[in-house]
């Protein structure tokens, strides 16, 4: 019954109010999040913001101090079993057996959920990864990113309907990322939904819904360039000699809220674009070139970051 | 421009590292100062070799007074101490094979009539010999007190049958005791130290190893962080515990079966009773102390915790459960604390199969202490086990 109604709002996650207290930190803070079903969210904040925190009470792992919702249509503090069921959860550290080899772990895990015609769903995730003539390697001794595909291979073996993904890719190479994002849309692709935590900006553009917490507060939500519009920024591009002591100047004048260090670049920024204009008109006749340009999805997540009193850690 | 050899600089702050670290790490800091007392007191005040007031039944047969005498003055050596009257030598064995009694004094028909007619009667003693240093000194005073003992009685006109010189006649032989003492040491006649420790090392091995090794098994998952991804899972606590326990009951079985293997070949220690009754037993004795040991793990921190609880569970299982030193040697107090630990049953247990020949009616008293061990143990386990990582 609960799982007919969340698949009618096609919803797989509507969770309101999350709260999740550790002693006088509150680690996630009345939170909401809705995610549509076969969407990817990326869920990006700055270490120690509660991504890891909020992922842990969708899946039961942790219990919320106040909130509530369903995962994909079960309660998720009464119904953590059935939501476990159907959930692949790929933990920020590797924490599959290292003294396994990567057919035993995939082995164990598929008896773990009791996939149905087990030898050949471990058979057909061995040949998934190519990994079907290592199988015997332990799992130890692979590298970083192949850890990461066979985490993903277990995450998948039990053909989950949603994966919460705790940043999968720190630590992985470009290409090793490039594929795997490659991978993350294909099983998009399939109806699948995926709520990824990351705090690579690049991936934030790979994801059909962004939501973005720090300090356990969600400050946005919704599609790139919703984000982008909702948070009305105006940002300048800036080019020219001695940018440190144009910097400098430029932190003094109100309505610059923030400057960033690109290369050989400053971003500019503030939220009221007249304001922004007038502090910056005197330097515009100087030595240096300035370009009005669209906000940058890393120039909303630093602005509302330090719009909420905390800069990342 | 060589760097120096030694930096007191770098050294003080290995040092200072050092300390807060140990700080940081109460367990360990409480068991560096909780062995070293724990150990002071088992040693000092619970340990004795010695052991006095040993539980005796007695048969008496014959109401003549001389027999009582010898029994006052078996309980003033302060060896004995007379906890049951029997009314056959049936029943006293009985006892003796349950371990209820150390001794069995049987004062025979006729005994006061044979002593007067200077006939010698026989005082019989059965001890229960399974372990050799409990009985070895009471044996050896009861020796000495036999002579001695009727010296009071047997004077006058009876004097004697005290002393064979004293009554005038030349003596053809070195005077002779007026009673003739048999002591049977039974389980273990010829008093063998192996026969005893053997047998014993078998549970002493199993608690060792076992609760160890399921001790650091949790905490392992834990701090590997494959606990997170276990959680993750539509696991329930009672399949991980019985999980992680079923492959070590048969590494039980298997050390086990090799000391009794060596018991048999290496030392030749008797087998006199029923071995599957035994298998039965280690297997009771052995899900007891993996529960033991998994619930140790539900509680440690780390693996580090896991092994210092062990150690602190298996010291005193050493030392108070009669393995080292006799069970009744002890105080009551550390006899109560030695009743809670599985390896004291254990040890009635193989100590009464392998050389008593002990049956299932024998052993199932100490069988089911080992069984309401592990219930309480794994429940304990089950409620401090988790199922979310808060």
Known sequence: ?313 | MTRPPFSPARFWAMVVKEFIQMRRDRLTLGMMLGVPMMQLILFGFAINADPKHLPAAVLLADHGPQGRTLLYAMRNSGYFAFVRDVRSEGEGRELLARGDVQFLVNIPENFTRDLLRGDRPALLVEADATDPAATGNAIGALRVLAGGALQHDLRGPLAFLADAEEAGGVPAEPPKDPIDLRVHARYNPEGITPYNIVPGLMGVVLTATMVMITGIAITRERERGTMENLLSMPTRPLEVMVGKIIPYILVGYVQAGLILLAAWLLFGVPVAGNLLLLAGAALIFIAANLAMGITFSTVAKNQMQAMQMSFFFFLPSLMLSGFMFPFRGMPAWAQAIGELFPLTHFLRIVRGILLKGNGLDDVLLQLWQIALFAAVALTVGLMRYRQTLD
């Open chain 1, 1 to 313: 019954m609960a799982e007919r109604s969340g698949a009618a709002d096609g919803l797989a996650i509507d969770v309101r109010g999350m709260t999740k207290r550790f002693g006088p930190i509150t680690a996630v803070d009345r939170i909401d999040l809705q995610v549509r079903a076969g969407e990817i969210c990326g869920f990006l904040g700055p270490n120690g913001s509660g991504k890891t925190t909020f992922i842990r009470m969708l899946c039961g792992l942790l219990r919320p101090d106040a909130g509530r919702g369903t995962c994909l249509g079960h309660d998720v503090i009464t119904e953590s079993g059935a939501i476990k069921r159907q959930v692949g959860y790929m933990t920020q550290r590797f924490s599959f057996y290292e003294d396994l080899s990567i057919a035993e772990n995939l082995d164990f895990v598929a008896r773990m959920y009791a996939v149905p015609d087990r030898r050949r769903a471990v058979r057909e995730s061995l040949e998934q990864l190519g990994l079907a003539h290592r199988q015997r390697q332990l799992a130890g001794q692979l590298s970083g990113g192949w850890k990461q595909r066979l985490a993903l291979a277990a995450c998948m073996i039990h053909a989950p309907r949603l994966l919460l993904l705790d940043e999968p890719t720190a630590g992985v190479d470009p290409n090793a990322r490039r594929e795997f994002w490659e991978e993350i849309h294909r099983l998009a692709g399939r109806g699948l939904t995926v709520l990824i935590a990351t705090h690579y900006m690049d991936e934030a553009e790979r994801c059909h819904r962004l939501a973005y917490i720090a300090s356990g507060r969600l400050l946005t939500h919704g599609t790139v360039p919703e984000v982008i519009a909702k948070a009305r920024l105006t940002t300048w591009l800036v080019s020219g000699p001695d940018l440190v002591g144009l910097a400098g100047q430029l932190r003094v004048r109100p309505g610059v809220q923030q400057i960033v260090a690109f290369g050989s670049r400053l971003r500019v920024s503030g939220d009221d674009a007249e304001q922004l204009e007038q502090a910056i008109a005197p330097f515009r006749a100087g030595r240096h070139d300035w370009q009005r340009v669209e906000p940058g999805i890393e120039d909303i997540f630093i602005h509302l970051t330090e719009a909420a009193g905390s800069g990342p850690s």
